[in-house]
């Protein structure tokens, strides 16, 4: 009784094998024989290129405080000038100041009833410099130090690299990811015995614009502007007539 019992499992195991391996062909089958009988077949192509961005913009801001308005502007228009100069030192020429932001400092205190109030103790002013350029390198590069070593409060945003001709590579891609959907409609065509007669539809998929080596989607497409070096992304689902 022992002995037979390894010989039933070993059969069992043989049966639900060939069970197993008699699906998948069975799913495989119905799966060419549904290409087989139908007259269109739809299919995904997509097409990467890794690009490098063309457009570097760079931007700070800085500050001035004092106890009186008039000292806070004085304060102010001297760090302009710092900040200029700093800018046109470093070889850049064209560059954008926003406007001051003026902002009141307050602190709460008793008055002579004993009430708490606010009262003005001075003027903070902040002011916003852009660079937009091309040079890429430069803008990269540039560090703030100096500004600081000079007594100016100045704060550095992430720096956002921009690729300008997106809308170009995106034309071409688009036609790239639809020769793509085509050859794998012909493998999948042959495989069930038909052939690629003409494209009958093709709708846009995802289109991004992503950091090298990234895995990040969105199903409303991705636009970095972080990395220098990046990827595009070009998706077409496509729908061939067979023949």
């Known amino acids: 009784m022992n002995q037979s019992r390894p010989q039933l499992f070993g059969m069992l195991a043989g049966l639900f ?12 089958t119905s799966a060419w024989v549904k290409i087989k009988n139908s007259q269109f077949v739809t299919v995904k192509g997509s097409v990467q290129k890794n690009i490098e ?22 304060k102010i228009q001297a760090n302009h000038a710092l900040v ?9 020429t ?11 400092m307050k602190a ?20 916003f410099v852009s660079v937009e350029s091309a040079d890429v ?24 690299f921009i690729y300008t001709r997106a809308g170009e590579a995106k034309i071409e891609m688009l036609a790239a990811a639809t020769k793509d959907a085509r050859a794998r409609a012909e493998q ?10 003409r494209l009958n539809s093709a709708d846009q998929g995802i289109f991004q614009i992503t950091p090298q080596h990234s ?21 077409v689902t496509a729908s061939f007539l067979l023949k």
């Open 17 to 28: 094998l060939a069970v197993g391996l008699v699906c998948s062909a069975m799913l495989g």
């Open 53 to 74: 961005s063309d457009l570097a913009i760079w931007s700070g801001s800085f500050l001035a405080e004092a106890e009186t308005l008039l000292a806070a502007q004085h």
């Open 84 to 92: 200029a100069k700093f800018l046109g030192d470093s070889g850049i």
């Open 94 to 104: 064209n560059f954008t100041f926003g406007p001051i932001n003026i902002e009141e």
């Open 108 to 127: 709460t205190q008793k008055n002579a009833e004993g009430w708490m109030q606010q009262r003005t103790t001075g003027y903070r002013l902040s002011q």
């Open 137 to 160: 390198d430069r803008l990269d590069r540039l560090d703030s130090t100096p500004l600081v070593e000079q007594g100016v409060i100045f704060t550095v945003a992430s720096p956002q």
């Open 188 to 197: 999948i065509a042959l495989q069930g015995g038909r052939a690629i007669a």
């Open 215 to 235: 895995v990040a989607t969105s199903w409303q497409g991705e636009n970095d502007t972080a990395a220098r070096q990046k990827t595009i992304t070009a998706v």
